[in-house]
C-alpha cells in the first residue's frame, strides 16, 4: 500500500508541474521575453535545483498538519491515498478548463476530507491548518497583487517608452527567480506527502527530515512534469486577465518570487498560483490605461474559494470507499483511472499547444519589386493578344 500511495503522491507531483509552470513563465512568453519552449525548460531546471534547497514546507505537511496520537500518526497511508486522488482529480479538471487553480490547497483539501473521515477532526492540527494554510491563502495574493501595483508603478515612472524593452531581459531573470522558489515550495509538499506516508506505515521516524530518495525523486517528478507545458493555464494567465507589457510582466515576476521566498523561509505551505495570479491583476490594475478582465479573474477567485472544500468533498468520499478494504481500494483506482483517462480525452478535443501561445508579429510591408522594360512590354503583348483573342471575329458578326 505504501508503494501505491507514493507512485500516486509522485503523479500529483507531475500535474503540479505541468499546472504550475504558468506561475513562472506566462508573463515572460506573453511578452516575447522567452519562447514557449525554452520558458518551460529554464522552468523544470529551476523547479529541479529548487527542490532541494529547503524541507521547511515539507516538514509542516509531515509533522505538522497531522495530528499524532498514542498509537502514532492519525491517518493511514490508506487515507493518503484517498486524499491524494482528491487532489489529482481537481488538479486534471482545473488543468482541462485552463483554470490556473491552486495544486497545494488541492492537496491539502484531498488530506483534510480524508483525514476527517477515517480518523476524525481530531487527527488536524487545527492550529497549523489556520496559522500556515488558510491564513497565508487569504494574505498573500493581496500582498503580491500590492507589492506588483507599486513596482508597476515605479517601473513606469522611472523609464521612458522607448526605455521598458529592456524589461525583457530582466524577465528571463525574474521568471527564473519564481520558477526556483516554485520549485523550494510547491516539490516540498510532495516530499512532506510521501513522508507522512512513511511515518504512517512504520518506515519511518515520527518528526523526522524527508530522505535525500524522497527528495530527489520528487524533484525529478515536478521537473519533468514542469517541461510537458501546462499550456492552458499559461494562456489563461499570460492573456486572460490582462494584456501584459514587458515592464509588468517583470513587476509581477519579482512580486511573486519575493512573497514566494519569504512564505517559505517561515514554513507557509503557500499557493503559488494565488500568488502569481494576484501579482498579474495587480500590475494590470499599476498600468495607466490597462485593463483587468474581472470576469476571467472572477472565475479564477471562485476557483481559489472551493478549491480546498471540493478536493476535500473528494478525498472524503474515497476514503469511505477506500474503508471497505482491498476491493475499496480497487474500486478507487479503477475509478480514478477511468475518470483520469476520461479527462485527458477531453483535453486532446479542444488542444493547446506552445505554437498558440507566440506573440502575433507585425506583418512587414513588402515593397513590390520593380518591372523592367522588358518585363513591361511582355505584359503589355499579353494584355494585347488576350483582348485580340476575346475580340468577336467578322464571321461571328
Known sequence: MVALVIALALF???????????????????????????????????????????????????????????GGVLITPTLIFAGLLGAVLWNLATWVLGLPSSSSHALFGGLIGAAIVGAGFDSLNLTVLLSKIVLPAVLAPIVAGLVSFLATRIAYATTKKRQRDGFRIGQIFTSSLVSLAHGTNDAQKTMGVITLTLIAGGFQA?????????????????????????????????????????????AAEAATTATILASTHLGFALSTTQVASGSVIGTGIGRKGASVRWRTAGRIALGWVITIPAAALVGAGAALIAGIGWGGILIDTVAATLVFTGIFLLARRSKVTSHDLVPATPAQFVRPKPRGKAQRAAIADAARAKAALEKPSAAEL
Open 12 to 70: 500529483f507531483d507531475f500535474t503540479n508541474g505541468f499546472h504550475d509552470t504558468a506561475n513562472a513563465m506566462a508573463t515572460p512568453i506573453a511578452t516575447g521575453a522567452l519562447r514557449p519552449r525554452v520558458a518551460v525548460g529554464i522552468a523544470a531546471v529551476l523547479n529541479l535545483v529548487g527542490a532541494f534547497i529547503s524541507t521547511t514546507v515539507a516538514n509542516t505537511i509531515s509533522g505538522g498538519l497531522i495530528n499524532e496520537g498514542p
Open 206 to 250: 515520527a518528526n523526522s527530515q524527508p530522505q535525500f530518495w524522497v527528495i530527489l525523486v520528487c524533484a525529478l517528478a515536478i521537473a519533468m512534469g514542469t517541461y510537458t507545458g501546462g499550456w492552458r493555464i499559461i494562456k489563461t494567465l499570460g492573456k486572460g486577465i490582462t494584456d501584459i507589457e514587458p515592464a509588468q510582466g517583470f
